[in-house]
Nanobody, 123 residues
Framework: VQLQASGGGLVQTGGSLRLSCEGSGRTFSNTVMGWFRRAPGKEREFVAAVSTGGSDLKYADSVKGRFTISRDNAKNMVYLQMNNLKPEDTAVYYC?????????????????WGQGTQVTVSS
């Protein structure tokens, strides 16, 4: 599975962005999809994940109620709708795919990674 993330940019505090991740390959619908982020000087951290069918969702506490993950298997796409953005959301955001199992917040459980898209939230 190859992943291509897009949709990042510069936004003011309180603004919104929608990240997209396009996956290639016929097995996309069988992969758990996740979003992670890495801020400058910090380790990579979990943001959100969605099960293969889209019914099981998992979020980091820091984004609950503000971010929404979704997927469209017919289009091989996964999305991250980010609302009420804060300066602390500034990071490079990565989409990732896991071949087997359940939604996970652990980066090492994911098998494929996209190239990342920069999100910058100004105060």
């Amino acid at each position: 599975v190859q992943l291509q993330a897009s949709g990042g940019g510069l936004v003011q505090t309180g603004g919104s962005l929608r990240l997209s991740c396009e996956g290639s390959g016929r097995t996309f619908s069988n992969t758990v999809m996740g979003w992670f982020r890495r801020a400058p000087g910090k380790e990579r951290e979990f943001v959100a994940a969605v099960s293969t069918g889209g019914s099981d969702l998992k979020y980091a506490d820091s984004v609950k109620g503000r971010f929404t993950i979704s997927r469209d298997n017919a289009k091989n796409m996964v999305y991250l709708q980010m609302n009420n953005l804060k300066p602390e959301d500034t990071a490079v955001y990565y989409c990732a795919a896991r071949r087997d199992g359940y939604v996970s917040s652990t980066p090492v459980m994911y098998d494929y990674w996209g190239q990342g898209t920069q999100v910058t939230v100004s105060s």
